[in-house]
Antibody, heavy 120, light 109 residues
Framework: EVQLLESGGGLVQAGGPLRLSCAAS????????MSWVRQAPGKGLDWVAE????????YYADSVKGRFTISRDNSKNTLHLQMNSLRAEDTALYYC?????????????WGQGTTVTVSS | SVLTQPPSASGTPGQRVTISCSGS????????VNWYQQLPGTAPKLLIY???QRPSGVPDRFSGSKSGTSASLAIGGLQSEDEADYYC???????????FGGGTKVTVL
């Protein structure tokens, strides 16, 4: 069974950094594109970033481009999201999501999420 | 949200409920649609992919369709455990990323 476990969330001041991690198990990790998707309190889903299986290609939502960096360590089956210059509007539950092997844009497994709160 | 969904839908047990998802030529009009179910207090779960395909384990009372720049999710034979938020999603060629609808809360009366 594929499992994704996020960590690293917490309370941070506006302008500060935070690094999220997602530990994956039960899959051949480097076969899958991986994404971060967030959900602000009481709101809908909002895709943040994606990284290809090899780590060579990344995509970002315009709202985080230049501030967030997605990366992965395939030797440790771990996904990361480095978040800098955090804003109040980045407050959300951040999910790690596995891309389908045929189409990374299909998120077929989700973690339980880690909460990021940015105080202004 | 880039994709438009009704905020709520409801039905009695056994009824059929349909949720719409409206987009544009840059997303639904040129790409496939996926649907996610989010039960209260839990992470989203893939419900429908590639417009109308069900992952293993998803009951066949859930079905998806797409026409032009719109898509819909149908829940046939509504059950109490179907109370959840439902989100549509599609790749957007202009934004160069996946976009989601605002979500539809389904209530079983």
């Amino acid at each position: 069974e594929v499992q994704l476990l996020e960590s690293g969330g917490g309370l941070v001041q506006a302008g500060g950094p935070l690094r999220l991690s997602c530990a994956a198990s039960g899959l051949t990790f480097n076969n899958h594109g991986m994404s971060w998707v967030r959900q602000a309190p009481g709101k809908g889903l909002d895709w943040v970033a994606e990284i290809s299986g090899s780590g060579g290609t990344t995509y970002y939502a315009d709202s985080v481009k230049g501030r967030f960096t997605i990366s992965r360590d395939n030797s440790k089956n771990t996904l990361h999201l480095q978040m800098n210059s955090l804003r109040a509007e980045d407050t959300a539950l951040y999910y790690c999501a596995k891309g389908n092997i045929y189409d990374w844009r299909v998120f077929d497994v989700w973690g339980q999420g880690t909460t990021v709160t940015v105080s202004s | 949200s880039v994709l438009t969904q009704p905020p709520s839908a409801s039905g009695t047990p056994g009824q059929r409920v349909t949720i719409s998802c409206s987009g544009s030529s840059s997303n639904i009009g040129s790409n496939t649609v996926n649907w996610y179910q989010q039960l209260p207090g839990t992470a989203p779960k893939l419900l429908i992919y590639n417009n109308n395909q069900r992952p293993s384990g998803v009951p066949d009372r859930f079905s998806g369709s797409k026409s032009g720049t719109s898509a819909s999710l149908a829940i046939g034979g509504l059950q109490s455990e179907d109370e959840a938020d439902y989100y549509c999603s599609a790749w957007d060629d202009s934004l160069n990323g996946p976009v989601f609808g605002g979500g539809t809360k389904v209530t079983v009366l």
